[in-house]
C-alpha cells in the first residue's frame, strides 16, 4: 500500500521507500526489512497503542529471528529519525512508557491508490483549473474548521489532545508574546517572526498599543523557500486580568517566503 503522509511524503509500505515529491527539493530513502515492517503496522492504525510483544511477534518472530526490547527500541528510533527528516515534525511515532507505541493521529496519513499517484491522461487546462480550485477550497475549509476549534480551545482553555496541550514561546514584538504549538529550534523562531511581519507589518502597532497572546500555526515547508499554509491567531489579553478577551485569525493559503 502507499501512503501520503504529512502531505508530503509518500510511503510504500511494499518497497519500504519514503519519496519527497515536492518540486526542487525531490528525495527518497529506503527503509530496511524490519523498519519497514514496524512502520506499516503503525501507520495501518494511526492512534492505536501496538504493544511491545505485538510488534516483536509480528516483527521478528514471524519472519523467524529472534527478536528484544532493546532492538525495538533501536529500531523506533531510528524511524523517528528518518520521519523527522523528511516531515520535520517530531512526536510521530509516541512512545506510551513500558506498553508500546503509536503511529500520532495528529499527523494527516491518506490511503493512495495507483491513479492518486499517476496520472495516464492529462487533464484539459479547464479540468486542471476547476481541479485546482476544488482543491483550494478543501484546504480553506479544513483551516477555517482548525481556527474554530483553536479558538474554542483558546476560550475554553481546556486540555485536550497532548500535542495542542503545551505551548512553546517563540518570540516577542511590544506587548504581543508569540507562541507555537511545536517546540521549534532556535534557529526556527526568528524564521517564523519574519514571516509574520511580511504577513502583517502593521501588526508592530498593534502591539505596541496593547498587549496580546498570538498563536502561531504552519507548513514547515515555508521555512525552506517553498508554498505552504501559514496562519496565526491575533489574540488581545486583559491589561488587568491577563485573559484573553477575543480573537482574530489570519490565514494565508499558499503562501512562499519572499
Request: proline residues 5%; neutral net charge.
Amino acid at each position: 500500500m502507499k501512503y501520503l503522509i504529512a502531505n508530503r511524503v509518500i510511503y510504500d509500505s511494499e518497497s519500504g521507500e519514503l519519496v519527497v515529491k515536492e518540486p526542487g527539493n525531490e528525495q527518497s530513502k529506503r527503509l530496511t526489512n524490519t523498519a519497514n515492517r514496524i512502520l506499516s503496522l503503525l501507520i495501518a492504525s494511526p492512534g492505536r497503542v501496538l504493544e511491545r510483544d505485538y510488534l516483536l511477534d509480528k516483527v521478528w518472530e514471524e519472519a523467524g529471528h529472534p527478536g528484544s526490547s532493546s532492538s525495538l527500541s533501536q529500531y523506533i528510533s531510528i524511524l523517528r529519525k528518518t520521519l523527522t527528516s523528511l516531515i520535520f515534525i517530531e512526536e510521530i511515532i509516541v512512545a506510551v512508557p513500558k506498553v508500546g507505541f503509536y503511529f500520532s493521529p495528529e499527523i494527516a496519513v491518506e490511503l493512495q491508490n495507483d491513479e492518486e499517484m499517476v496520472s495516464t491522461t492529462p487533464l484539459p487546462v479547464s479540468l486542471r483549473k476547476a481541479a485546482t480550485k476544488d482543491k483550494k477550497n478543501l484546504w480553506l475549509i479544513a483551516a477555517i474548521a482548525f481556527l474554530l476549534l483553536a479558538n474554542l480551545w483558546i476560550l475554553s482553555q481546556k486540555q485536550g489532545s497532548p500535542r495542542f496541550a503545551a505551548e512553546y514561546s517563540i518570540g516577542e514584538i511590544g506587548n504581543c508574546k508569540f507562541t507555537a504549538y511545536e517546540d521549534l529550534s532556535e534557529e526556527v523562531d526568528p524564521q517564523v517572526m519574519n514571516i509574520i511581519r511580511q504577513l502583517q507589518p502593521e501588526l508592530e502597532l498593534k502591539c505596541a498599543r496593547k498587549p496580546a497572546q498570538i498563536m502561531v500555526y504552519f507548513q514547515p515547508s515555508v521555512l525552506y523557500g517553498s508554498h505552504g499554509r501559514f496562519f496565526y491567531s491575533y489574540c488581545p489579553t486583559d491589561k488587568a486580568t491577563a485573559k484573553i478577551v477575543y480573537c482574530e485569525n489570519h490565514y494565508a493559503f499558499n503562501w512562499k517566503l519572499k
